[in-house]
DNA sequence: CATATTTCTGCACACGTTAACAGTCCATTG
DNA sequence: CAATGGACTGTTAACGTGTGCAGAAATATG
């Protein structure tokens, strides 16, 4: 009934249970025959280590630790699924890849490096810096998904958020857009203000100048964007393009719109961002930034795991390309088309 | 730079370390006075215990494992997210949430009682019934979402499937629909046959005969829909409402029907089912059945969590009711209401 | 053949915690 | 005053592994 140990093992091949650790742990110190035989046995009685022993005299808990800044809100779906699942990807089956968020835990006491080999954190707000001091302190293996803390001790590894968003409004500008409007991010999310830069660089290099009515705030979910967009509705002079600073959004915007009678993208133009799964089946698809999410997540997690292996920790802030994918949603203004048609009779 | 051990704290406060451990886990035993400086001593060394060695001696790991059948695909992140958000909310904090998806393990040998103290199987496919039966032999405590096997020995907590479809399909049928189509849910999937039923019963007691052409394949995937919506369109006789067994699903069809020109609901009615985040926010909104995935979890989490604690096991099946969410992406069939208006003139 | 060397195996302990059992001390009881 | 009992605390072993060191056996070396 109790599961069988070395020591079961021992008895049976009449040796001593260091053997069985060494045979079965491929030591050079025992005789190839030997390990055979000890092996054998142990597959015949579907032998498993005790991870909770080998954790203890090893001092490794196989534990990686994937954080979120919370798990209740905030956090989109599929944001959340690719993370995941690139995690889960790169990370060695004999790991256990282990879910938590940053507010699961009143203080950080109990986390340390008994509990987590290694942690990656997909941060979302500045908020995590008590976290990350936490677990740097307790020399814990760390890698910063999403966000860039340059404290020149971390591994940050994130989208391009900047050049992101730049492309997309570069992308409006050249279409012949001039009223241009940003629907923002989570106030406080480092990405909100990423690409909100991105969009003011591009506005820039056109000359546009930026309108505080056009920058309305938002707070990624769907609802905010169409509350965003009803805003910008109401406003005495409509703009004819929007960048939206998710997908999330966008979707509310373009529901908005859409209720007021405006076609998208003939009376209106719409760029999300993120990519989403629903991006390109939305009518019209949806022109959109793609964030390589679960690449920057597989890659964060082999780096982790290489850290630990190496018993070194690596500095470095690595920003993985942002891809603008155009599809249906945005087109050239309105009066624009008017004017290039008139110049063309 | 090691972590502080009872022993450590043992000398300080000048007992065994025996003692410190009891007072460190409130017994009776120790004199409260002792406990009170024990206790200060143990904070202000930012003690916390070692897993490993708690593991190996009280014989759990405190691991609770989430078991996907699979992560790589066929999973939509919106169910995804319900589903470990479900868990995590109900697994009290010194618990580790664990996801693994089955197809990890080339064999089920290095799954033991002593790595997961209890496992919640997201189950999907019939396929997983060879892990079932690999956990449930191990006597590892075992709750199963979302199928159901009567094993006599199991928990199954799931979403009444049957009756979701079932009442999305008799709403359609009340609506005055009669050719009436199905785009089925992935093959071997017990949820893409429960929603065949429920819908099939729907059709038998509105007396509408099951027309082979109106039952097409799919697989839960967007694209999958947009393909089975195509070649319903094809048909020489279309209908005039589908039933798509999920809401992504939906979203392809909904796609497809746009781009031939039809317009939902005006055309031809679409209800989904599972209520994602985003079918609220389509235009039309989605009418659909919602599936209460994050309570299923969570509730199967909170009886695993209390089966750990009192080690008997309960065998049971609990259907959670799904409820039918009406929006705007069906309503009455075209002819009917031609009929109806002539009538009434 | 004796000694040195290599090859293999076992003993004993360690990791940090809990728990059965055995004391110790003090107060209460007869 | 001895005996009994209650309230604490300590001794010791155990959980299942890995590892330094010592030792045995086999082999090579002189």
Redesign the pocket.
């Known amino acids: 009934m109790?599961?069988?140990?070395?020591?079961?093992i021992?008895k049976l091949a009449?040796?001593?249970?260091?053997?069985?650790?060494?045979?079965?742990?491929d030591?050079?110190?025992?005789?190839?025959?030997?390990?055979h035989r000890i092996r054998e046995i142990a597959d015949r009685l579907n032998?498993?280590?005790?991870l909770?022993?080998?954790s203890?005299?090893?001092?490794r808990s196989y534990n990686i630790g994937l954080f979120f800044s919370t798990l209740t809100s905030g956090t989109s779906s599929t944001f959340f699924f690719e993370t995941v699942r690139g995690a889960h990807r790169a990370i060695p089956p004999d790991y256990n890849l282990v879910i938590k968020g940053i507010d699961d835990y009143p203080d950080f006491g109990k986390i340390t490096n008994?509990s987590f080999d290694g942690i990656i954190l997909m941060s979302q707000s500045a908020d995590d810096q008590r976290f990350i001091d936490a677990v740097t302190t307790k020399h814990i293996p760390l890698v910063l998904l999403n966000r860039s803390v340059d404290d020149g001790m971390l591994l940050n590894i994130l989208a391009d958020d900047e050049q992101g968003a730049y492309s997309a409004a570069q992308y409006l500008a050249r279409l012949g857009h001039r009223k241009i409007a940003i629907i923002e991010g989570r106030p406080g999310f480092q990405s909100a203000a990423r690409r909100k830069n991105g969009f003011a660089k591009a506005m820039q290099e056109h000359e546009i100048p930026l309108n505080p009515d056009f920058c309305v705030a938002g707070n990624y979910d769907v609802q905010s964007g169409y509350d965003a967009m009803r805003r910008l509705l109401g406003l005495a002079e409509r703009p004819t393009a929007v960048f939206c600073s998710n997908d999330d959004m966008a979707f509310g915007a373009m529901k908005a719109c859409m209720e007021a009678g405006l076609k998208v993208p003939e009376h209106i133009s719409l760029v999300g961002f993120d990519d989403n799964h629903f991006s390109a089946y939305l009518t019209p698809a949806l022109t959109t930034v793609r964030r390589p999410i679960e690449l920057i997540s597989s890659e964060g997690a082999s780096r982790l795991i290489q850290a630990i292996g190496r018993k070194e920790t690596i500095a470095e802030t690595i920003l993985l390309g942002a891809e603008l994918v155009i599809r249906q949603s945005a087109a050239a203004p309105y009066k624009s088309v008017d004017i290039m048609e008139e110049a063309h009779e």
Chains 1, 2 share one sequence.
């Open positions: 109790t599961a069988t140990t070395i020591k079961d021992a009449r040796v001593s249970h260091t053997t069985v650790s060494r045979a079965l742990n030591s050079p110190l025992i005789n190839r025959e030997t390990k032998y498993s280590p005790n909770s022993a080998k203890l005299v090893l001092d008994k």
